[in-house]
């Protein structure tokens, strides 16, 4: 069953953001989209940008305010598929990680 990744990310977490996508990239399971909801980071995109190619990932930017739950729901309205794993993106999945959630 497909899975809609939805990583909320931050100003000063664009290392973290690399290292999570890198994670997902390695996922055994492979019929997942991603979500990277960044709440005001200013290098996200280019980060976001080079795995474009690698993995189906969609990119929202929006100002900064602090709300993490609004991003988290903005990315929930925005997933394709119902089953949801919502994740910050300093969580690094194990390999295995998204074929136990489908």
Not at 20 to 31: A, N, T
Not at 55 to 84: E, Q, V
Request: charged share 20%.
């Amino acid at each position: 069953m497909p899975l809609s990744v939805i990583i909320c990310t931050s100003p000063q977490r664009e290392t973290h953001l690399n290292l999570c996508l890198e994670q997902l990239y390695q996922q055994s399971y492979v019929d997942f989209e991603i979500i990277v909801m960044d709440d005001g980071s200013e290098k996200g995109y280019g980060i976001a940008q080079n795995y474009q190619t690698k993995l189906p990932l969609t990119y929202h930017w929006r100002s900064n305010d602090g709300c993490l739950s609004r991003s988290r729901y903005r990315g929930i309205i925005l997933a394709r598929y119902p089953n949801l794993v919502l994740i910050d993106s300093d969580i690094l999945l194990n390999p295995h990680a998204l074929k136990y959630y489908s």
